[in-house]
């Protein structure tokens, strides 16, 4: 079955840095887009950004881009989401997601990432 978990949320302050990580498992990794998307407080589900099975192309949303870097280790069956420059607008679950070739099909449970001074 396909599982994915995130890590490396918690507390930054504005300015600050983190680096997500999303283990996955129970499917060619390798073979997949990945995708990061995230929901704030008050606000629906916003897709963040998104890599290619090979990592050889990178998707960002115009609020992230600039600030977050995503990539991905294929051996590792990891992609990781480096987020700089945050933002008190970047709190929120962040969610990573198998896809987008046929969708975001499966989703991790999340993991928090609170900006705050």
């Known amino acids: 079955q396909v599982q994915l978990v995130e890590s490396g949320g918690g507390l930054a302050q504005p300015g600050g840095s983190l680096r997500l990580s999303c283990a996955a498992s129970?499917?060619?990794?390798?073979?997949?887009?990945m995708s990061w998307a995230r929901q704030a407080p008050g606000k629906g589900l916003e897709w963040v950004s998104g890599?290619?099975?090979?990592?050889?192309?990178?998707y960002y949303a115009d609020s992230v881009k600039g600030r977050f870097t995503i990539s991905r280790d294929n051996a590792k069956n990891t992609v990781y989401l480096q987020m700089n420059s945050l933002k008190p607008e970047d709190t929120a679950l962040y969610y990573c997601?198998?896809?987008?070739?046929?969708?975001?099909?499966?989703w991790g449970q999340g993991t928090q990432v609170t900006v705050s001074s």
């Open positions: 890599i290619y099975s090979d990592g050889s192309d990178t």
């Open positions: 997601a198998k896809g987008p070739p046929v969708g975001l099909d499966y």
């Open positions: 129970g499917f060619t990794f390798s073979s997949y887009a």
